[in-house]
């Protein structure tokens, strides 16, 4: 997958700790961790507008829940946990019998991103209006906007503030058309179009129609440079509605430009496709903001009234194949960042990896609160729905002690991996052990908890993080067999005065969760 930083578009495998990606807020935020490669399970995940984004089975999304067509609430779910719950809703209409997907979960667009001010070559307002009716010429040196008589004189009034604007020709067949030459001269030589001469630079001259496209240092300008950019594109070539409008192009090239461009200001962005003849494609673009009216010109602006909501549903979750992925925690509060599309996404949670790597370097030198000395964790297991996905975060625990700023701050605890195993050599857990003597365990719900056996100690925590899913909670049986986890394995394993941390959702009402948060059930 690609991030979104304050330099443009990187891939996931070339982010690094220290570096930045982009938040939710639109504003740089730092990159504290990165995760080691795994190879897993690909998953990829599309909205209603056309957005996509690939992920392991782990990820976490940050999605609104819909039930009944309405905004419910902001949860955190697992690309897991949609797979194994479903996506949508079946839902019959009571007066024809007809059976209906719903949608159960949505995705909010970004904040404008925040990108810092940059020295463009042309004018965006400008250069948007000669993307969608102008023409530069490849052989005269001159650049052409095509208008309508009346959208003329604002035209020449905008642009006149940059370049100077030549007399307005009408069209001989039809004087409700016209067009005018813009140019910027060069003082030394007036004979050259320096406005022409820039485009040319932009790899824009001779382009048509069909072939036009969004220079790549105008998609990372400021918020009002591309809002600029923008309010020219749809002045030209945009149709205003009620709450929507739309933007319509021959040059597939300049439409996927303009979709980056729109999801870039936080708006939604839909692209669809149809011959316009029978050799060329046509593209509309539909688009909502609920912060800003993408018009410039009058007429159009004044037809518009601000969206309700830019969040699209979730349509479709599939299973792709396998390959290697990471994961990266990010500095800011609420841990989203953007992804491919422009998708917020969220990564790796804090309580069942931070916060034991925490108790780990910091308590072996002592915690305090108010004056209270903590007990030492030196020992904790982490629990997830299987062993397999518990030792992956045991591994990333493990990477992120051999960091070269942790191994310059607290030394060599020169992690190991044992594994235990039951009498027929099958797997039961696995234990990371530390020169400090710290342990971590990593065991799946199912799972034993081994190290009183293997060292003779008792976990000061154990971390249940989302063990639960809508596949291993179907029946009555495996909800006990959670439960019992729990209630039995877990409490009978910790030791005097320990605790035990349980993260998840709540898949069914007798799940773990709703036991765990029953009243009845306190003792």
């Not at 905004?71 to 079946?90: F, N």
């Not at 036009?212 to 300008?221: R, V």
């Not at 999801?263 to 939604?268: A, C, E, N, T, Y």
């Not at 917020?344 to 916060?355: E, K, P, V």
Request: with cysteine; glycine share 8%; hydrophobic share 30%.
């Amino acid at each position: 997958s690609k991030i979104l930083t304050p330099d443009g578009w990187k891939e996931m495998g070339d982010i690094c700790d220290g570096d930045y990606a982009i938040g939710s807020d639109g504003k740089p935020t730092r990159v504290i961790y990165t995760t080691t490669p795994v190879y897993d399970d690909v998953y990829e995940l599309e909205t209603m507008d056309g957005r996509k984004a690939r992920c392991d089975g782990e990820h976490i999304w940050y999605v609104r829940k819909i039930i009944n067509n309405r905004y419910k609430k902001h949860i955190l779910i697992t690309t897991e946990q949609m797979v194994s719950g479903g996506i949508h809703y079946e839902r019959i209409d009571k007066r024809t019998g007809f059976v209906f997907a719903e949608r159960k979960y949505a995705i909010d667009t970004v904040k404008p991103i925040e990108f810092e001010e940059k020295s463009l070559p042309v004018e965006p307002y400008t250069l948007g209006l000669i993307l969608g009716d102008g023409s530069i010429d490849p052989k005269w040196g001159s650049v052409l906007l095509t208008f309508g008589v009346d959208d003329g004189k604002f035209y020449r009034t905008e642009i006149e503030k940059f370049y100077y604007v030549y007399k307005t020709r009408l069209d001989k067949r039809n004087t409700n058309v016209g067009n005018f030459d813009i140019s910027a001269f060069d003082h030394s030589d007036k004979r050259i179009n320096v406005l022409h001469k820039k485009l040319t630079e932009l790899g824009l001259k001779g382009k048509t129609s069909h072939t036009k496209f969004i220079p790549d240092i105008y998609l990372e300008g400021s918020v009002e440079q591309r809002r600029r950019l923008l309010m020219g594109l749809m002045d030209s070539d945009g149709t205003p509605r009620k709450t929507s409008s739309s933007f319509t192009t021959v040059s597939e090239v300049l439409a996927d430009g303009f979709v980056n461009l729109v999801r870039s200001l936080g708006g939604k962005a839909l692209k669809r496709k149809r011959f316009s003849n029978k050799e060329y494609m046509s593209y509309s673009i539909s688009i909502m903001f609920t912060d800003f009216i993408p018009f410039m010109l009058p007429r159009k602006r004044d037809k518009m009234k601000l969206g309700t909501h830019t969040w699209s549903p979730i349509v479709s979750v599939k299973h792709v194949g396998k390959q290697f992925g990471k994961c990266i925690k990010v500095e800011n509060t609420d841990g989203l960042y953007i992804t491919e599309d422009y998708l917020m996404t969220h990564n790796t949670t804090w309580f069942s990896f931070f916060l034991p790597i925490y108790e780990t370097l910091v308590g072996q030198y002592g915690i305090y609160f108010n004056d209270t000395l903590f007990p030492e964790v030196d020992y904790q297991v982490l629990k997830g729905k299987t062993g397999k996905e518990a030792k992956k975060r045991l591994m990333n625990i493990n990477n992120f002690l051999n960091k070269k700023l942790i191994l310059d701050l607290f030394g060599d605890l020169r992690p190991s991996f044992k594994d235990v195993k039951d009498k027929k050599g099958k797997d039961q857990s696995d234990l990371l052990i530390l020169k400090n003597s710290y342990v971590f365990e990593a065991a799946g719900i199912d799972q034993p908890i081994r190290g009183f056996n293997t060292l003779q100690m008792r976990p000061k925590k154990v971390t249940y993080d989302d063990p639960e899913n809508s596949e291993n909670t179907k029946t009555q049986n495996r909800r006990e067999q959670n439960q019992k986890d729990v209630m039995e394995e877990a409490f009978g394993a910790v030791a005097e005065g320990g605790c035990i941390i349980y993260i998840g959702n709540k898949i069914h009402q007798d799940d773990t969760i709703g036991k765990l948060l029953n009243p009845k059930n306190k003792q």
